[in-house]
C-alpha cells in the first residue's frame, strides 16, 4: 500500500490565485480530513469527511472548499489564496470499529507545504 | 472546548537517558488518545494509540499510560537514541466523529 499520498510537496502562489491540493490514499479508509500547521501551534482541522459524498467543517474552513466523490480522494481547494493561508497541509485517513465508534490509527500524508505571496 | 497541553515545549538529553514527555487534556470524556512523531519537513506516524478503556501501551522501547481522571498521558522513552531526536505530539479524539484536538509537540533533541 502507498498509504496516504500527497501533491504537490511545495507550491507558491500569489495572491488571490486558486489550487487545490490532492490527496488519495489507498487503504479504503471511510474517513479522511484535511489540516493545517502552523508554527507554535497544534494542527487544525479545516475539513474532514466521514465517506464518500458526505464532508463537513472543521475549526478552520474559511477559504477551502472540499469534495469527496470517491473513498480514495479528498481534495483540498483553495478559492483566493492569501498569505495567511501559508502553511503546512496535511491530510490524514483513518477507519473505526463499527461496534464501538472508537476510531483507529491516523495515517497521515508528507504534507504540502504553500507559500503565498 | 476540550484543550490539549504538552509541556515542554522542548527538551534536549543525553543519549542513553529514559525520558517522559507530558500531555494534559481539559476533559476527559474522549474516546482515545494518540501518540504521533514528526520529523523535520516530514509528515506525521502514529506511534501509539490508546483507546479510552486502557491504561497504557508499549512498542518497542515506547510505553504511553493514559489517566482520564487526571486528564493526563505520558510518554516514555527508554535508552534514548540520537535517532528519537523529533517532535512528538499527542492528539486526544473526544467523540465519535474522529476529530482529534491537538497539543502543539514537544520538540525532542537527544545528543549523542
Known amino acids: 500500500n502507498a498509504g496516504v499520498t500527497q501533491t504537490p510537496k511545495f507550491q507558491v502562489l500569489k495572491t488571490g490565485q486558486s489550487m487545490t491540493l490532492q490527496c488519495a490514499q489507498d487503504?479504503?479508509?471511510?474517513?479522511m480530513s484535511w489540516y493545517r500547521q502552523d508554527p507554535g501551534m497544534g494542527l487544525r482541522l479545516i475539513h474532514y469527511?466521514?465517506?464518500?459524498?458526505?464532508?463537513d467543517q472543521g475549526e478552520v474552513p474559511n477559504g477551502y472548499n472540499v469534495s469527496r466523490s470517491t473513498t480514495e480522494d479528498f481534495p483540498l481547494r483553495l478559492l483566493s489564496a492569501a498569505p495567511s493561508q501559508t502553511s503546512v497541509y496535511f491530510c490524514a485517513s483513518s477507519h473505526r470499529n463499527v461496534h464501538t465508534l472508537s476510531s483507529y490509527e491516523q495515517y497521515f500524508g508528507p504534507g504540502t507545504r504553500l507559500t503565498v505571496t | 472546548k476540550q484543550e490539549v497541553t504538552q509541556i515542554p515545549a522542548a527538551l534536549s538529553v543525553p543519549e542513553g537517558e529514559n525520558l517522559v514527555l507530558n500531555c494534559s487534556f481539559t476533559d476527559s470524556a474522549i474516546y482515545n488518545l494518540q501518540w504521533f512523531r514528526q520529523d523535520p519537513g516530514k509528515g506525521l506516524t502514529s506511534l501509539l494509540l490508546?483507546?479510552?478503556s486502557q491504561r497504557e501501551q508499549t512498542s518497542g522501547r515506547l510505553n504511553a499510560s493514559l489517566d482520564k481522571s487526571s486528564g493526563r498521558s505520558t510518554l516514555y522513552i527508554a535508552a534514548s537514541q540520537p535517532g528519537d531526536s523529533a517532535t512528538y505530539l499527542c492528539?486526544?479524539?473526544?467523540?465519535?466523529?474522529?476529530?482529534?484536538?491537538w497539543g502543539a509537540g514537544t520538540k525532542l533533541i537527544i545528543k549523542p
Open positions: 492528539a486526544v479524539n473526544e467523540d465519535s466523529n474522529y476529530q482529534l484536538i
Open positions: 490508546i483507546q479510552s
Open positions: 469527511s466521514v465517506g464518500a459524498g458526505i464532508t
Open positions: 487503504m479504503n479508509h471511510e474517513y
